[in-house]
C-alpha cells in the first residue's frame, strides 16, 4: 500500500511563509512527476507547481516568484516553500504523485493539508 502524507500546513499572516512536506511510503519502485495542488472553498482543484523525477519545474501563474517546489528523491518526499502568502492562497493544498509499482504506474493523492491566510 502507498501512501501520501503531507505536513506543515497552519495558520500565518499575509506576508508570511510555510513550508509543506509531502512523504511518499510503501513498496516503491520510482516516482515520476510529483505536485501540489489545492482547493479553496467553492472553487475547483488547481495545480500549484510540479516537478519531474529529474527536477523540471512548472508553476501556476498565480504563484510564480512566489513558490517553490522541489524533491528529495532519496527520502520520496516533495516540498513546497510558500513566501509572501496572500489570503487567496488559503486553501486545502494536496500532494500528487505518478508513482511505480510492480511495473505499473498509478497516480496517487494525499490527505491534504489547510493552509489559512489571514491577519
Known amino acids: 500500500q502507498v501512501q501520501l502524507v503531507e505536513s506543515g500546513g497552519g495558520v500565518v499572516q499575509p506576508g508570511g511563509s510555510l513550508r509543506l512536506s509531502c512523504a511518499a511510503s510503501?513498496?516503491?519502485?520510482?516516482?515520476?512527476?510529483m505536485a501540489w495542488y489545492r482547493q479553496a472553498p467553492g472553487k475547483e482543484r488547481e495545480l500549484v507547481a510540479e516537478?519531474?523525477?529529474?527536477?523540471?519545474?512548472n508553476y501556476a501563474d498565480s504563484v510564480k516568484g512566489r513558490f517553490t517546489i522541489s524533491r528529495d528523491n532519496a527520502k520520496n518526499t516533495v516540498y513546497l516553500q510558500m513566501n509572501n502568502l496572500t489570503p487567496e492562497d488559503t486553501a486545502v493544498y494536496y500532494c500528487?504523485?505518478?508513482?511505480?509499482?510492480?511495473?505499473?504506474?498509478?497516480?496517487?493523492w494525499g490527505q491534504g493539508t489547510q493552509v489559512t491566510v489571514s491577519s
Open positions: 516537478v519531474t523525477s529529474g527536477g523540471s519545474t
Open positions: 510503501g513498496r516503491i519502485s520510482r516516482i515520476n512527476a
Open positions: 500528487n504523485a505518478d508513482i511505480y509499482r510492480y511495473g505499473l504506474v498509478r497516480n496517487y
